[in-house]
């Protein structure tokens, strides 16, 4: 079957850096799409990878490899403002969107 | 400048009732699809549409329904609400069927009774 996985929930320190890892297992692979969801709000777009290597984007890179089904999403220079859910998705050969459960990641002062 | 707009934001339904979601985007996206997000678990996929007049299946579609009569326009229809349908429900939008970069509602919060 079809499986993304991540962690439930993380806690990283203002000013810091912090890696939110996924796996995937799916049917095919399209790409690899990372989302960030603040409590309450829709998802809007951070990242999307199809090859391997690092994206980066401002404070935000996204790393894939493919060939361990891996990506992580790292943040940089956390603000509160980070606080929020990111989610992991994977889009598979049918160029559909396979969901993980999203990482609550909770910022300290 | 919308966006995608969802109607009601949210709605408490007794058991039995038939009830619509309403979704409205005005970026002439061509592909236009319905999630809903429980407590736990990843967004699921109820209905899709890749163009307007055609409609898909995704996920978990048992107990709803879509049209899509025009390019603006995608409503989600629950024929008869049941208690496992309480959950957040997103529309979202992409430029082409084969995009990843979806553009979500706001979400309407439904709770079955």
């Known amino acids: 079957g079809q499986n993304i996985d991540q962690p439930t929930e993380m806690t990283a320190t203002e000013g810091a850096i912090v890696q939110i890892n996924c796996t995937y297992q799916?049917?095919?692979?399209?790409?690899l799409f990372w989302y960030q969801q603040h409590a309450g709000e829709a998802p809007t777009f951070l990242s999307y990878?199809?090859l391997d290597g690092l994206e980066e984007k401002g404070r935000f890179s996204s790393f894939l490899s493919r060939s361990k089904g891996y990506s992580y999403l790292l943040l940089k220079e956390l603000q509160m403002k980070d606080s929020a859910s990111y989610l992991c998705?994977?889009?598979?050969?049918?160029?559909?969107?396979?969901w993980g459960a999203g990482t609550k990641l909770i910022i300290k002062p | 400048i919308a966006g995608i707009t969802q109607a009601p934001t949210s709605q408490i339904l007794a058991a039995g009732r038939r009830m619509t979601l309403r979704c409205t985007q005005d970026?002439?996206?061509?592909?236009m699809y319905w999630y809903r997000q429980d407590l736990g678990l990843g967004l699921r996929l109820i209905h899709y549409?890749?163009?307007?007049?055609?409609?898909g299946k995704g996920e978990v579609p048992d107990g709803y329904s879509v049209s899509r009569a025009n390019t603006d326009d995608f409503p989600l229809t629950l024929a008869s609400a049941v208690p496992s349908q309480t959950s957040v429900y997103f529309c979202?939008?992409?430029?082409?069927?084969?995009?990843?970069?979806?553009?979500f509602g706001e979400g309407s919060r439904l709770t079955v009774l």
């Open positions: 970026m002439r996206h061509n592909a």
């Open positions: 979202a939008s992409s430029d082409s069927s084969g995009s990843g970069e979806l553009f």
């Open positions: 990878n199809v």
């Open positions: 549409s890749n163009t307007a007049g055609t409609t």
């Open positions: 998705a994977c889009m598979d050969s049918n160029y559909q969107l396979i």
């Open positions: 799916t049917s095919g692979f399209n790409g």
